[in-house]
C-alpha cells in the first residue's frame, strides 16, 4: 500500500502558516508554471495551495495543476477573505477551499480523511448515516457496516432485505454506536427508505443524516457567502436564499412539541469542536431547548443560534486563535464586540432577520449583573430569548471534545452551569431557574 505523500505548492516558505510548515517538507513547489510543469512525476495523494502573493490567479493555479495532476485531491488555502470565493475556486479545479482560521478544523479533518484513504481506499467510497434514522421492523434496501479503526476493517451490521430488529438498534445504542456507513452508490436508495420508513410511523420530516449535511453545508456556504467583497444587489439576494434555505432546514427540525426531543441531546454531544459545526449544534440545541420549554417561537431560536458567532469573521484571526484568556487587552476588547459585529453583518447583506432573533444575537454574551458584553446590559433588560441562546452556546462548549478537557455528558454539563461562581446567579448570563427548568426535564426523561 503506498504511503500518504503531499505536494505543497507556496510562493515562499513565509506563505505557508508556522502550523502547516511540516507539511510542506514534503513537497514545496513555488508558483512558477515551468518549474509547477515540472514537478514529480509521481502522483501524490493530495496538493495543497497556499497564497501566491498575486504571482499567479487562484484560477490559473487551479487549471495548471489539473493539467498535471488530473485524479488528485487538490485543495486551496487562503488567510485573505478578500481573495476567498469558495464557490469560483471549486468551479476552476479544486475540490476544496478553507479560509484561515476559521476552517483550520475543516482542514485538518479533510487532510486526516486523505490520509485515511491512502490506508483504507474503500473509506472514500462509504458515507456514514444516522442510526438514529434505522426504524426497528423495516427492511433494509441497502448493506449497512461499521468501520472497526483497530484493524481500519468495515465488518458487515445489516444487509440489504434484512428485516431490522430492536434488539440489533439498541446493541447498538448500549454501545453509543451513533453511526453506521453505507456505500455512496446506495446513499438514495437510504434516503428513499427513510422516507418510506418515516411514513410508515406517521414522521414527514427529513432524516437526521439529511438534516444535519444540510445544516452544516448550508452555514458553511452562508458563511463563505459573507467573505465576499462583492456589494452587488445580487449578493444581497444570494445571502438571503441562504438564509431562507437554513431557517427551513431549522424549522424541519421541529417535529415534536413535546419535553422528550431532549433525548435528542445524547445524540448530539462530544463532537469535535469546530467553527460550523458550533454553530450548527447551538442552533439545534437552542431550538430542542426552545421546544422544551413550550417557547412559541423555536424556530427564531435556532436561526439565532446559526447566526451568533459569524461577526467573529470580522475579527483579526489572532483573536480566535488564542484562548480569550491569553488576548492582550485590545484583542479582548475587539472579541468582546463580536455580537455587535454579527448583527452589522446581519444588515449589512440585508438579511430580513426578526428583532427577537437580532436581541439575542446581541445579547448572549451579557450577563444578569450588568458586567457583560457588548453593552453592559443589567438582568432585567436581557432578552429571555438571549438567555436560551447563551444557554445553548454555554452548553456546546462543555459538551464538545477538546484538548484541555473530556467533555461532560448532558447533566454534567447543566450541574455545571447550575455550579458556576459559586451559585451566584447574577455572573451568569442564563437565569439560574431557565437552567433548571431544563434539567429537570432532562432528567424526567432520562429516569
Known amino acids: 500500500m503506498n504511503p500518504f505523500s503531499l505536494h505543497v505548492f507556496a510562493q515562499t516558505e513565509a506563505d505557508i502558516p508556522e502550523n502547516l510548515r511540516s507539511l510542506a517538507s514534503a513537497c514545496q513547489v513555488p508558483y512558477d508554471p515551468e518549474k509547477m510543469m515540472d514537478a514529480p512525476a509521481q502522483q501524490p495523494s493530495c496538493v495543497l495551495c497556499f497564497s501566491s502573493r498575486g504571482v499567479m490567479s487562484a484560477e490559473e493555479i487551479a487549471q ?51 490520509m485515511l484513504y491512502t490506508k483504507v481506499p474503500a473509506m472514500r467510497d462509504y458515507r456514514a448515516v444516522k442510526v438514529v434514522d434505522l ?5 433494509l434496501s441497502f448493506d449497512t457496516k461499521i468501520f472497526m479503526p483497530t484493524n481500519n476493517k468495515f465488518l458487515v451490521y445489516a444487509r440489504e432485505g434484512e428485516t431490522i430488529s430492536s434488539e440489533k438498534l439498541q446493541l447498538l445504542e448500549s454501545q453509543k454506536q451513533n453511526s453506521l456507513f453505507v456505500h455512496k452508490d446506495s446513499m438514495q436508495d437510504f434516503i428513499k427508505y427513510t422516507v418510506k420508513a418515516f411514513e410508515a410511523i406517521g414522521r414527514s420530516e427529513e432524516s437526521a443524516t439529511v438534516k444535519e449535511q444540510k445544516l452544516k453545508s448550508g452555514i458553511r456556504e452562508l ?7 462583492d456589494t452587488k444587489a445580487n449578493t444581497f439576494g444570494r445571502s438571503s436564499v441562504l438564509l431562507n434555505d437554513l431557517q427551513e432546514t431549522v424549522r424541519s427540525m421541529v417535529e415534536e412539541v413535546s419535553p422528550g426531543v431532549l433525548k435528542k441531546l445524547d445524540q448530539m454531544i462530544k463532537q469535535e469542536s469546530d467553527f460550523y459545526g458550533h454553530l450548527s449544534r447551538v442552533a439545534t440545541y437552542a431550538t430542542l431547548f426552545a421546544i422544551a420549554l413550550k417557547i412559541e417561537y423555536p424556530v427564531d431560536l435556532g436561526l439565532a443560534g446559526l447566526l451568533h458567532d459569524i461577526g467573529l469573521t470580522a475579527l483579526p ?45 446581541l445579547q448572549h454574551h451579557e450577563r444578569l449583573d450588568g458586567t457583560g458584553t457588548p453593552h453592559q446590559l443589567p438582568g432585567r433588560k436581557v432578552s429571555p430569548e438571549a438567555q436560551i441562546l447563551a444557554l445553548a452556546n454555554a ?32 455572573r451568569m448570563a442564563i437565569d439560574v431557574d431557565l437552567i433548571r427548568k431544563i434539567k429537570e426535564i432532562y432528567c424526567s426523561i432520562e429516569g
Do not use: C
Not at 407 to 426: I, V
Open 64 to 114: 495548471t495543476l489539473r493539467m498535471i495532476y488530473p485524479t488528485v485531491p487538490m485543495f486551496y488555502v487562503s488567510l485573505d477573505p478578500a481573495e476567498f470565493e469558495k464557490k469560483r475556486l471549486i468551479k476552476n479545479g479544486f475540490n476544496e477551499a478553507f479560509l484561515l482560521p476559521w476552517e483550520k478544523k475543516e482542514l485538518a479533518r479533510a487532510m486526516e480523511e486523505e
Open 223 to 229: 458563511v463563505s457567502d459573507l467573505f465576499v467583497q
Open 135 to 139: 426504524v426497528p421492523g423495516t427492511e
Open 317 to 361: 484571526p489572532e483573536a480566535v486563535e488564542v484562548p480569550y484568556e491569553q488576548l492582550s487587552k485590545e484583542l479582548k476588547a475587539a472579541y468582546d464586540q463580536h455580537p455587535q459585529l454579527s448583527i452589522d453583518i446581519i444588515r449589512l447583506k440585508r438579511m430580513v432577520v426578526k428583532e427577537r432573533v437580532q436581541k439575542a444575537i
Open 395 to 426: 452548553f456546546d462548549d462543555l459538551t464538545t471534545l477538546k484538548p484541555d478537557r473530556p467533555p461532560l455528558s448532558p447533566s454534567e454539563a447543566l450541574d455545571h452551569l447550575l455550579q458556576l461562581n459559586g451559585g451566584d446567579p447574577t
